[in-house]
């Protein structure tokens, strides 16, 4: 099964809306690409949570835009979307039951029907109601999958500086895709700890994720590099690991890391986390 290639043929003509659907195609994409992949389940974990985050929040985002526009068939819509979403939630509930019972390629065929079909007939019904309607616009503008209302406190994702740091290419994806969902376009991705130390020795950076394993690396050994710079000491440093222990976590903080999450992660926690440790460091972007 091919990855799904967007087009203008599938746009809806209101910008925030596709940007929505280009998200939901990336993180299908991204699934496509870890099939027989050596993490697989992590990534295929990480996914799932990232289509139940951003299905919920799109959903909710489309069905105000129709009730600000009047749109008639918005019950039925709405309808469509929490059947759409459960089946997203099921697949997510047997993963978290089992992570080896669900397997990348056995998701695919469903949601790329779900989301050509989603896209491609049922919204299209709504696009002639909603373009040219600035209300509309302006209640799915004030949305975001954080509760952050944009530009908030001067807080602005479009200004935000992040370096991913993971060997895994596929998951290194799928953080990308979370953070150019919410209009992040500075990424930097590095695959080892001497890419990274390159990449912030250039400057600009303004955070930093990095894997606990990275090849046969240690990610920590990265954050002692940056704690020991003068000018990066008060850089935020997210640590991810696929072990969430105490004595993990700790470890992750105690070589001066700001947080710790555990893989498989969620779009809505890491992003959360991320906006807290800007605001915490005091460096808004």
């Not at 925030?16 to 659907?21: E, G, P, R, S």
């Not at 050596?38 to 909710?60: C, P």
């Not at 908030?152 to 200004?159: E, H, I, K, L, Q």
């Amino acid at each position: 099964m091919a990855v799904i290639t967007w087009s203008e043929m599938m746009s809806v003509g209101v910008p925030i809306l596709d940007a929505d659907h280009k998200t939901l195609v990336s993180l299908i994409n991204n699934l496509h690409r870890s099939v027989g992949d050596r993490e697989e389940y992590a990534t295929l974990g990480s996914v799932l949570k990232a289509l139940e985050d951003y299905a919920e929040h799109h959903f909710a985002r489309e069905e105000r835009v129709m009730e600000v526009c009047r749109y008639p068939s918005l019950e039925a819509h709405s309808r469509m979307h929490r059947n759409l979403a459960k089946q997203v939630r099921d697949l997510k509930s047997r993963y978290d039951l089992d992570r080896t019972a669900v397997r990348a390629k056995d998701c695919l065929t469903f949601l790329n029907k779900w989301l050509i079909e989603h896209i491609c007939s049922t919204d299209m019904d709504y696009r002639a109601w909603v373009i040219g309607h600035p209300e509309a616009l302006l209640a799915a503008e004030t949305m975001s999958i954080t509760g952050i209302r944009p530009n908030a406190g001067g807080f602005s994702w479009n200004r935000l500086s992040v370096l991913v740091v993971d060997d895994n290419e596929n998951f290194r994806r799928v953080l990308q895709t979370i953070l150019e969902g919410v209009g992040v376009t500075n990424i930097h991705l590095a695959a080892n700890l001497d890419e990274a130390r390159a990449l912030l020795n250039a400057g600009g950076i303004g955070q930093v994720v990095t894997d606990w394993h990275v090849g046969v690396e240690s990610g920590l050994d990265l954050v002692t590099w940056i704690r020991g710079r003068p000018d990066l000491a008060r850089l935020p440093v997210l640590v991810l690991s696929g072990h969430e222990r105490m004595a993990v976590r700790d470890q992750a903080l105690a070589a001066g890391a700001d947080e710790f999450m555990e893989k498989p992660i969620s779009a809505r926690g890491l992003l959360i986390c991320l906006a807290r440790l800007i605001r915490e460091k005091g460096e808004t972007p």
